[in-house]
């Protein structure tokens, strides 16, 4: 069943949290490239507090769920821990990630609500991330093409 | 040696901790509140590849996972941009636009958009979900962009680029 197919509710839900969301990326001021840049080049530390106090919200939230919670209403998906497999694009796609954002001072939860403050210019990084994921796709179909013919050129 | 510490704040805080810890603790409630209706940890970089799947056939894109997601994820975008719009009009002091240099966010956005698709994750996905979740995998993913992205911005600044 699609997500999308979960009726009005579910909508709701999701823009609820999308609009508190974008709304705290306002209060925090991370909005603004410049609150990063600032904490990234040792000026003005504050953005732990903003990472922080969002990782205990959700680190509290997610234990309770899973502790006593069963199902989620809208869904009927269960609380579980849904972790990541580790490899070595995690290492590799942090560090293109970490240039990315040390150049920018942007990420693309930050990104969407910068728009919401103003930042027009913003959008030459949304615009950027869009090619970014795009060209990785390419080159991600690309090399499971090859590797599949057997025609890999090393 | 009493007098150091409040310098010391200062020093590494000077505009204040508390709209950030406010800040920080609005944004870990949105993802919460979607958790809880739904069961879904929402980061913000996978609308980039379900987005593409409106316009591209290459599988990579068009996985069921992404085409099945792809609507409330631009609804979950638009709603960011609509949140962040929201407390601008009522409480900022007017629309806000940055200085820094548009080869910035030429060069820096398509990174963004390589790594976080490469490492399957960003600062929310895994800077606020994961480290949520106590991942292993988000906890080295974090612990790698933070360092690096720390050395890019010291590197540019010390090479005079500003801002």
Same mark, same amino acid.
């Given at each position: 069943?699609?997500?999308?197919? &979960?009726?009005?509710? !579910?909508?709701?839900? *999701?823009?609820? +949290? #999308?609009?508190? @969301? $974008?709304? /705290?990326?306002?209060? %925090?001021?991370?909005?603004?490239?410049?609150?990063?840049?600032?904490?990234?080049?040792?000026?003005?530390?504050?953005?732990?507090?903003?990472?922080?106090?969002?990782?205990?919200?959700?680190?509290?939230?997610?234990?309770?769920?899973?502790?006593?919670?069963?199902?989620?209403?809208?869904?009927?998906?269960?609380?579980?821990? &849904?972790?990541?497999? !580790?490899?070595?694009? *995690?290492?590799? +796609? #942090?560090?293109? @990630? $970490?240039? /990315?954002?040390?150049? %920018?001072?942007?990420?693309?939860?930050?990104?969407?609500?910068?728009?919401?403050?103003?930042?027009?210019?913003?959008?030459?990084?949304?615009?950027?991330?869009?090619?970014?994921?795009?060209?990785?796709?390419?080159?991600?179909?690309?090399?499971?093409?090859?590797?599949?013919?057997?025609?890999?050129?090393? | 040696?009493?007098?150091?510490?409040?310098?010391?704040?200062?020093?590494?805080?000077?505009?204040?901790?508390?709209?950030?810890?406010?800040?920080?603790?609005?944004?870990?409630?949105?993802?919460?509140?979607?958790?809880?209706?739904?069961?879904?940890?929402?980061?913000?970089?996978?609308?980039?590849?379900?987005?593409?799947?409106?316009?591209?056939?290459?599988?990579?894109?068009?996985?069921?996972?992404?085409?099945?997601?792809?609507?409330?994820?631009?609804?979950?975008?638009?709603?960011?941009?609509?949140?962040?719009?929201?407390?601008?009009?009522?409480?900022?002091?007017?629309?806000?636009?940055?200085?820094?240099?548009?080869?910035?966010?030429?060069?820096?956005?398509?990174?963004?958009?390589?790594?976080?698709?490469?490492?399957?994750?960003?600062?929310?996905?895994?800077?606020?979900?994961?480290?949520?979740?106590?991942?292993?995998?988000?906890?080295?993913?974090?612990?790698?962009?933070?360092?690096?992205?720390?050395?890019?911005?010291?590197?540019?600044?010390?090479?005079?680029?500003?801002?």
């Amino acid at each position: 069943m699609s997500d999308d197919e &979960r009726g009005l509710g !579910f909508m709701l839900v *999701v823009i609820a +949290g #999308g609009l508190i @969301f $974008g709304f /705290g990326l306002a209060v %925090s001021n991370m909005a603004r490239p410049e609150v990063v840049l600032d904490f990234l080049q040792f000026d003005d530390l504050g953005l732990v507090f903003v990472m922080g106090g969002a990782a205990v919200v959700t680190g509290t939230v997610f234990a309770l769920a899973e502790a006593f919670g069963d199902r989620a209403p809208l869904t009927g998906r269960d609380y579980g821990r &849904r972790l990541k497999s !580790f490899d070595k694009n *995690v290492v590799v +796609g #942090g560090v293109v @990630f $970490g240039a /990315g954002w040390g150049i %920018s001072g942007i990420c693309p939860g930050a990104a969407y609500a910068s728009l919401g403050v103003g930042n027009y210019p913003i959008l030459i990084a949304i615009g950027g991330m869009f090619v970014g994921a795009y060209l990785q796709g390419l080159w991600r179909a690309r090399r499971t093409e090859s590797a599949a013919t057997g025609t890999s050129a090393d | 040696m009493s007098g150091l510490t409040p310098l010391l704040v200062e020093g590494l805080f000077p505009n204040g901790i508390a709209h950030y810890a406010l800040g920080g603790l609005l944004i870990g409630l949105g993802t919460a509140v979607i958790y809880l209706g739904t069961g879904i940890i929402a980061g913000a970089s996978t609308f980039l590849e379900s987005t593409l799947s409106y316009v591209s056939d290459l599988p990579r894109f068009n996985k069921a996972k992404y085409v099945a997601s792809r609507d409330w994820r631009v609804v979950f975008t638009l709603s960011i941009v609509a949140g962040a719009a929201l407390y601008t009009v009522l409480f900022g002091d007017g629309w806000w636009v940055s200085d820094v240099q548009p080869w910035r966010f030429a060069v820096g956005g398509v990174l963004v958009g390589v790594g976080t698709r490469i490492g399957k994750g960003c600062t929310s996905g895994h800077g606020v979900c994961g480290v949520g979740s106590r991942s292993r995998t988000s906890l080295v993913n974090v612990a790698t962009f933070m360092l690096v992205a720390i050395g890019v911005a010291q590197l540019l600044s010390a090479l005079g680029v500003s801002p």
